[in-house]
């Protein structure tokens, strides 16, 4: 069975820093481009960054850049979401997938096969 599970989402203020986890059974992360989604309440999901399984420069949102790090460690067949410098419009539900596309660009969530179960990130004071 084809599984993602994600994990280190919680509640944390404004300025503070998560780390998402993005762990895999059933498949090999290595060979797939891995992506991170949110989706706040009453809005659509949103890519947030992606992972080519070329090894190519990651991709973030501009919303993101400089304070969201994407990585892999292949050895644990995992991916990581690093949030540092978290704000409050950063809450919702995120959640990992897996393509097999390797394109430029943050790939359109029509284009994931695979996806995890989500985990709440909740930035509040």
């Known amino acids: 069975q084809l599984q993602l599970v994600e994990s280190g989402g919680g509640l944390v203020q404004p300025g503070g820093s998560l780390r998402l986890s993005c762990a895999a059974s059933?498949?090999?992360?290595?060979?797939?481009?891995v992506g991170w989604f949110r989706q706040a309440p009453g809005a659509g999901r949103e890519a947030v960054s992606c992972?080519?399984?070329?090894?190519?420069?990651?991709s973030y949102v501009d919303s993101v850049k400089g304070r969201f790090t994407i990585s892999r460690d292949n050895a644990a067949n995992t991916v990581y979401l690093q949030m540092n410098s978290l704000k409050p419009e950063d809450t919702g539900v995120y959640y990992c997938?897996?393509?097999?596309?390797?394109?430029?660009?943050?790939?359109?969530?029509?284009?994931?096969?695979?996806w995890g179960q989500g985990t709440q990130v909740t930035v509040s004071s």
């Open positions: 992972s080519r399984r070329s090894g190519y420069t990651p």
């Open positions: 059933g498949l090999t992360l290595d060979r797939y481009t």
């Open positions: 997938a897996a393509s097999v596309w390797d394109v430029p660009g943050l790939l359109a969530h029509g284009l994931y096969d695979i």
